[in-house]
């Protein structure tokens, strides 16, 4: 740490007041020489929290969390001392150093950032004063009004609109005097295909500024309101940038996070529009996923702030897929879920402005956790009379519910899965009830009962070693036993086991940058016994997954495919005729003795 970073530190410290700085994350009252309030690390109804303004400290004497303002905002916003310090220094308007924003406060806050930021200020005041513009912003206004957006809403959002030429905004750009090769890389402009320059990306559209969480405008989003070319799509962001990355931001949640802490819930919804119905109906704890489903980096953004969420796509078929897509990651993270599918095929913001805020909240609030959703959705458009229907629905959802961690909660969903898919065979029911509780079987697709010809289905998963269960389990949990471990399994060591085709498609989910949910590695398996075996693989008690255990399966994998080996050649060995074919087997057979040795 260089002495300006020092230095920066320190005058930061002298310029924080705690009691201030708290009180503005939460209220406060003062209580002889302290003051208390709510703790924010931990659930509590009466005020354990104590902020003591001579000492310049926080403590809290239920959690036991404390210690001074950088502290406070490393834990209330779940980040490293380095961006601690930078935000107090911003509250206290104290500049960062250059060198230090370059290496020590992890922001990289180098002078082609800085440009690309005030790019992205310009660009959003241009798309605000052409919004507002007499003649060129009158079919954008009409749109807004349209769509009911009120102008308090549309001033807190900062929408604007880009008008429809193929040059406006980058004239206004070069005439403020920036590089061209920093417009190429803001995300704000496409290359034409001759390559003989840039033109604007967005023409014709409602635009959106896209915040980061310190506030800055580091994209866009921009909603089609003309004809237009019909192959344009109605939505498109800004393209990847050095400021902005899709995957890694949400929208709105520069807004929302102090009412998503408050709340303890988060609202997430698909578009911009919809965001805004929201925050103008009074929801101002939504966010919306910028027109993807949820990203590995979306859900550990979110959970800075909070662990439970309700999903409330579109209910389109697009809608519902990204919605499942969604609940595998968010599951897998640790949220708890509840899905809102609203009627009549509505999203958020028709449904709004046909029915009302106060109709929203109601529904919102009644929304059913994520698996019941799921049931549902295996149910829809299926004739349950039918066993293999039946079936279909379970092999449809039970992947789902392999993904929650608890034994006692999935098997909790019993009940409900057997009442909604009419399951009423007694056999039937015990099986299903087995793979809830225990995952030692799974419900098998093609297999019937004979004798009462009724659909009646069993078969138990194939006779899977502990080894690789386990090994299975960490590849899916854990990233870095993936790291480690897939690079070392070879095509030979893994072919003849049941797995392979599992360990396979694990591999090729990761190699394809996607996150390796149960949901998603399934989709890579054929039908039947191999998704069979995942499904009971997935439903066994699962310990925490490392990269330690998984090469400790590893191992012994390797251990014992070693050790039947042995036994083969002894059995080749008692049969031999010739010294010859003896010497070479009594080599191979010391050769896998060593290495059983080396790997006990």
Same mark, same amino acid.
């Given at each position: ?19 201030? !700085? ?21 659930? #509590?109804? /009466? ?6 303004? &001579? ?8 959690? $036991? ?17 380095? &961006? ?32 690309? +930021?005030?790019? $992205? ?64 890389? *803001? ?5 034409? #295909? ?18 980061? !969480? /310190? ?74 996923? !910028? ?29 519902? *897929?990204?919605?499942?897509?969604? !609940? ?29 805020? =106060? ?40 992947? $789902? ?28 029911? #015990? ?20 004798? @009462? ?17 386990? +090994? ?11 790291? =480690? ?15 392979? +085709? ?26 039947? /016994? ?5 499904? @009971? ?11 330690? #255990? ?41 050769? +896998? ?6 790997? *006990?």
């Amino acid at each position: 740490m260089g002495r300006d970073y020092r230095d920066f530190v320190e005058k930061v410290r002298a310029a924080t007041d705690i009691v201030r !700085l708290v009180g503005d994350y939460l209220p406060l009252r003062k209580a002889g020489r302290r003051h208390v309030g709510l703790c924010p690390f931990h659930p #509590e109804k /009466s005020p354990s929290f104590s902020v003591d303004e &001579e000492k310049q400290l926080f403590y809290c004497f239920g959690c $036991h969390a404390g210690g001074d303002a950088f502290k406070f905002v490393m834990l209330y916003e779940k980040v490293e001392f380095q &961006e601690a310090a930078r935000i107090l220094g911003e509250k206290a308007g104290i500049e960062l150093p250059r060198a230090a924003g370059a290496g020590e406060s992890g922001r990289g806050r180098d002078p082609d950032r800085e440009i690309l +930021l005030e790019i $992205h200020r310009e660009a959003a005041a241009f798309f605000r004063k052409a919004l507002s513009h007499p003649r060129q912003g009158t079919a954008a206004r009409a749109y807004v009004q349209q769509r009911g957006l009120c102008p308090d809403t549309v001033e807190a959002l900062g929408i604007g609109y880009a008008p429809a030429s193929w040059d406006g905004l980058k004239s206004y750009l070069l005439a403020a005097r920036h590089p061209v090769k920093l417009l190429a890389r *803001s995300g704000l402009f496409s290359t034409r #295909e001759d390559g003989s320059g840039y033109y604007d990306r967005f023409r014709d559209r409602l635009m959106f500024p896209i915040h980061g !969480l /310190s506030g800055d405008v580091i994209g866009f989003g921009g909603r089609l309101i003309g004809s237009g070319d019909p192959q344009s799509a109605k939505y498109i962001n800004s393209s990847e940038s050095p400021i902005y990355s899709k995957g890694e931001n949400l929208y709105g949640l520069n807004w929302s996070r102090d009412a998503i802490r408050r709340v303890g819930k988060a609202v997430v919804v698909e578009g911009y529009l919809d965001f805004a119905a929201l925050h103008e109906a009074g929801v101002t704890n939504a966010v919306a996923t !910028l027109g993807t489903a949820f990203t590995p980096g979306q859900a550990r953004l979110l959970s800075r702030y909070t662990n439970r969420v309700t999903v409330n796509y579109d209910p389109d078929p697009a809608g519902i *897929s990204a919605a499942r897509k969604s !609940l595998d990651l968010l599951l897998a993270r640790g949220f708890s879920v509840q899905v809102l599918r609203l009627e009549q095929g509505l999203d958020p913001d028709a449904f709004i402005r046909q029915r009302g805020a =106060e109709q929203y909240r109601t529904v919102l609030d009644s929304a059913p956790g994520c698996i019941d959703f799921l049931v549902e959705e295996a149910a829809r458009g299926r004739d349950l009379a039918d066993p293999s229907a039946q079936v279909e629905a379970l092999n449809e959802l039970l992947p $789902h519910v392999a993904g929650l961690e608890n034994p006692a909660e999935r098997s909790g969903y019993f009940k409900r899965i057997a009442e909604r898919l009419a399951l009423e065979d007694g056999v039937l029911l #015990e099986q299903v009830r087995k793979t809830l509780r225990s995952g030692g079987r799974s419900i098998s697709r093609g297999a019937r009962d004979a004798a @009462g010809g009724n659909g009646l289905l069993a078969g138990a998963t194939q006779k899977v070693s502990e080894a690789e269960s386990r +090994l299975v389990q960490n590849l899916l949990g854990c990233m870095e036993a993936r790291r =480690e471990i897939l690079p070392c399994l070879s095509r030979e060591e893994i072919e003849d086991l049941p797995t392979a +085709l599992i360990l396979k498609a694990i591999g090729d989910t990761d190699a394809a940058g996607e996150e390796p949910t149960i949901a998603a590695v399934m989709s890579r398996l054929p039908e039947g /016994s191999p998704q069979d075996l995942l499904t @009971g693989i997935a439903f066994k008690p699962k310990a925490p997954a490392s990269a330690a #255990e998984a090469a400790a399966c590893l191992a012994t994998i390797r251990k014992e495919r070693m050790i039947a080996e042995r036994r083969r050649l002894q059995k080749e060995i008692d049969a031999a005729g010739t010294a010859a074919a003896l010497e070479a087997m009594f080599q191979r057979k010391m050769e +896998l003795s060593r290495r059983i040795d080396d790997l *006990s």
